[in-house]
Structures are given as C-alpha cells and as structure tokens.
C-alpha cells in the first residue's frame, strides 16, 4: 500500500508534510447507520419500498465496495458514491418513483419482507458496520416508516427504533437524499467559486478548501441571476431550462437590461425537437414577461447566424407563446449560401449587405454570463436538461443524473470588464441592441482584451478563441509552469493543430522527448481521463497518449510509455474541460477551465473562452473532484500520509465509486 503521494516525487509531497490528513478509519461502527426503512412500502403501492442510510459523523463516507444485504439475499445492493458528513442516502426499489417527488440516490431489486428482515450494513473489506434484525416498528395500515431515533446507538437496539409521524406524499416518514455539498463559498470582492455537480472527495484536499459537490448549478445560478440589479449579458450555447428563463425575464421586467447571444444550430426546428425547444425559449425571451413583442419588458436577443421561430402550433400553444409568431417581423434572407425565410428571432452576423448572413456551421460554444459589470459565470456547463439532470423525470425531483459538470464564478469587475468586451465584440455593440453589421463571431474576431488580472490576490489569465490562441496558450504554461504533474479531465481533446503542442509538451515532460515512440520515464506525473465518446476518435489525444496507431494518419507522435489516461465511466457524459497542473505542490499550482475544447474546432472555429487560475486552493478543490473521476475510470490512486481507507484496502480498488450518487 503507498503511504503518501511522495510516491513518485518528493515536491509532489511538499504540502503534505506541512499539512498531513487526519482520517478517521471507515470501520467504525458509527460512521453510517440504517437510519429509516419503508418495510411496508407506500400508500400508493406496497411495492414501494426505500430504505435511507445516514453519516451522523463530521467525516465523509466513501461507499465504493459497502453492501447493504437481507440475511436471505433479498434484497442485496452494491453501495458506491460518497456519503457526507450529516449525509443520506436514499434507496429506493426497482425505480425512482417509490417516493413520489424526491430522487433516489440508487436503485435496488429485491422486496423486504413484512414480517420482518435481517438487513446488514458491511464496508468493502466485509467488516460490519451496522445491523437491523427484526422490524421495531413501523405500520402498515398508515404505511408509517420505522425511524432510527439516535443514530449512535446499536442498530439492532429495539428501543432505538420509533414509528414515524411526519407526513410525505406517501405515507409518514422522512425519506432524504444526498444533499447539497457547499464548503467554500466566497462572496466579497475578488472571490472565486467553484461548483461541481457531481462527487468530491474532501479528504484528499489540503482542508483548507473542501470542494462544493453534489450542486444544483441551475439554483446557483438563477441565484445569481436574481440578485442582478443593471445588467445581465448571457452567451449561451443552450438554454431549455425554464427556471432560468423565468429569472431572465423578471429581471427584464424589473428593469434590468438583460442581453442574450444564443448559438444558430445548423439544425431544422421543424425536425429537431432539443432545437425547437431551444428556438420557443428564445422567442419568450424577447416577449418579455408580458408575452407581446416590443414592449419594455423584452430580452434582447442575437446570435451568429439568423434564428427563426418555430410555427408549429401545438408546439408553440405548449410552450405559453401565441398561436402564430405573426406579429414578429418575417423576412427571406442568405445564409451561407441558402436562401431561407421565416419570422426572426435573431438576424446574426451579416457577411455582406443587404440581408446576406453567415452559415449555421461554426458554433457559439460559450456559457458564461456577466452581472452588474462585477460577477462572471462560466465553465463547462450549458444551461440544459441533459448537462445537469439528465431527463425530464429527474429534473422534476431534482436528481442530478446529467452530464459530469461544472461551473465557476468570479467576483472581479476587471474580470467582468473583460468578459464584457468578448461579449460586445460578438454583439456588435455597447447599447441594449445588437448591430448585425459590426457584430464578429468565429474567425472573424480579433484579439482586442486584456489577458491577466488579478482575482483576490490570484492571478488569472483569460483567453477567447478564435484569435487569442487560447489552447497554444494552455501548451505554453504546461512547457514553461509544469514541474511536477498534469491531472486532467475533458470533453474532448484533439491532437491536432494547438491540442498537438499540448500532447508533445506533455510527452516531453513525461518521457523526456517529442519523437514517436522514443522516451524514457520521468517523475513526472500524468493522469487524465477522456470522454468515451471521443475517446477512439483518430483525432483523439488519448491515442498517441497510449501508444495506440491511429485509424488514420496524424502527425502527433506516439508515446513510448503509454500515460495511464483513461476512457471514463460516467453515467451520462464527462463533459469536464479541465487540467491542474502542480496541484498539490510548492511549484506554481494552476487550473485551465472554461468552455474551450481542446480540438482544431475549439481553437479555430468555435467562440469560446478559456480561464487559467494561478492558485492552489482552486487547483486543490479540482483535485477533490478530480480523483473520483480517475478512480471512477478505473484509475490508481495514491493514499495520503494517513490512508484513508481501513486496513487491506489497497490503492486501486475504488474503481466501483460512482457519480450517480445524488446525480
């Protein structure tokens, strides 16, 4: 078993012999309980069975190998994820609609039986952590739980057990699930935050910045939204969550000036549905609150190529807009080469006059926002269903079950300033209305910011692309920064133009050399983890990474040592575009964020912007984040000073621990 991440270099050690980890050991009998059972199911069906588990502990619970199993194998679940502290976790049988209204955490197969079970809780090495051997309470007729009464007394303890009284849509009882995760959260001037929707592993921080995990983005950022007093400028990929439309147009209403770039899907709304209902949105937006067009009220709105609405009728009827989008101004206009016609949205970035456009192609692939001229949002998250939960169903219960995310805010008016002139350069303007003929998105943008500022005593650079040479800038701070490790988690990384520096800086770093299949190991680190969908691409960083021969020809060279990076094994997607370098070290720790793929297209077609943060507490809490998706993976992690896991348990065997817990 190591015994400290000293095990491949003493630097890569440093903060950890000042600051060693104390963990409690994951055996005590204390640190997870049964904590409620529905042995009798719900008022809406017997089959309705859940069983909630709780850390009454101010340590978090690592469930990846823990078994909660009848005595008669009925029913037998494999727990994985992170349980934390104050924590619990919901299971519920065979579907997420045994408890009405609240998510589960997992599901199980199996019925408990009314007269009564042996239920054992284990931990991964088979130890028992705690036992219920006979139902203490509980009763059927009202379908009233049976309820732990102190969660640190003995399982089995008959007086330890109560009938619930509480009222849920269901019966009595308190069925809970994993909650919101939020540990470091700033909010004065130059304060950085950082957002994961998914799990996080605190103990394998510094402690001094435990991550935010299990996060509703949505609620965070229409919290933000709402506390917009003049100004909102929104760059958004997607948008098709209606709470956050609602928070755009109060604030519209409420007098604030609110702008929106939207991206033009190359894409038919009369055939795409996801399109459709992106195009509705937009078209109440600029109703307004009040629903007519051209009233004080409205949303500006514009994008990089015309928008038009959507005239299906039972479509529009069901997203609250009139019958007919007839009272918005029809015209037939070029874009690219295609005539096209329709009530418009949005006109986009003329090519050449009159009522000649762009073509749909290029993607306006941002996702930030700038409030007040003082806050800024951005990361890797779009503002949809499917990036936070997933489907509607677990949208209704507020499961995050979507894409692997997450999003950061910035409280710097410098920062702010900058993001505004981005904006403004695609706008095409200053005022509250876009001008189509000095609006410039893609390729037509130029480099026209500031690239560092300070946030809080950080230093924090920021580039858009195209025409910042945003990834070429990542590959430079990995060639002149990098000293000890390079820890990443990503969407998609390409080895072409910029993302091939990338790759041949990083080979030099790992094996001391940028020549196809020539290098001999060095101390330093890489570790990384791919999205599977791009994981086999020819294009795909991952193949030279693994000394792999690419399905067609490339110029990246292949590395002699293949790099343990990793095909993911998330729910949905991975859609993370991170990399720490030197986190956990005296070096010069850093994170590179933001919406920008690491591709051709990322760098030379789409807009986008990229953060990198000079600053260990930030690249701490990404390293919390990201050791889950590397084990998740399948990958190998390292023990701290004080191992965090209990006697024989070695390094490596936490390939089981899901994401899907809370999400």
Known sequence: MSSSFCWRTPTACLAFLVTPLTITPLAAADR???????????????????????????????????????????????????LPPGGYLLLERTDDASVPGVGADLLYSGALENGGEILELRDRNAALVDRVDAWYAGDNPTRATMSRISPWAAGADPGNWQTSTAVYDGGRGTPTRVSEQLNTVETGPGAVNVYFNKDALPPYGLGASPANYYVNLEDRLIARLN????????????????????????????????????????????????????????????????????????????????????????????????????DLPFDAVIVGDQPMSGHVLSYGELEREPDDYYARGPQMHNKFVVLDGTWVWTGSWNFTVTGLYGSPENQAVGTLGGNTNH????????????????????????????????????????DNTAHVVTVGGRTVEVYFSPGDGAIAKLAQRVAEDARVSARFAVFAFGDQDGGQDLVDELKLLYEGSKVDLVGVRTSFVVEGVFDSLFWDQYWSASIPMTGRLPSQPTDSARWANPAPVLKDDEVQKLHHKYLILDGHTDSDPMVVTGSTNWSAAGEDTNDENLLIIHDAGIADQFLQEFFVRYAQAGGELPCGPVCIFDDGFESGDVSAWSSSIGG
């Not at 101010?58 to 009848?70: E, N």
């Not at 993001?419 to 130029?446: C, I, L, N």
Request: with cysteine; glycine share 8%; hydrophobic share 50%.
């Open 32 to 82: 997870a309980v049964i904590h409620e059972i529905a042995w009798m199911g719900t008022t809406h069906s017997a089959n309705d069975e859940w069983i909630e588990l709780h850390n009454p502990g101010a340590d978090a619970v690592y469930l990846g190998g823990w078994t909660l199993a009848a005595a008669d194998g009925a029913p037998s679940v494999a727990l994985a994820g992170v």
């Open 227 to 326: 506390a917009a007093v003049s100004t909102i400028d929104l760059a958004t990929y997607e948008l098709n969550l209606p709470d956050v439309v609602a928070a755009l147009l109060a604030r519209a209403d409420a007098g604030v000036r609110v702008r929106v770039i939207a991206d033009a899907k190359d894409v038919d709304p009369a055939l795409d549905e996801r399109y459709a209902s992106f195009c509705l949105y937009l078209e109440r937006l600029l109703r307004g609150l009040d629903g007519v067009h051209g009233t004080a009220d409205d949303v500006a709105v514009f994008s990089d190529a015309p928008i038009f609405a959507v005239v299906d009728v039972a479509r529009r009827v069901a997203a609250g807009l009139p019958a007919s989008p007839a």
């Open 407 to 446: 999003a950061l805010e910035l409280r710097s008016p410098e920062l702010a300033a900058i993001y505004t002139d981005e904006f403004e350069e695609m706008w095409g303007s200053g005022s509250a209305e876009p001008d189509s003929t000095q609006a410039r998105f893609h390729g037509r943008k130029v």
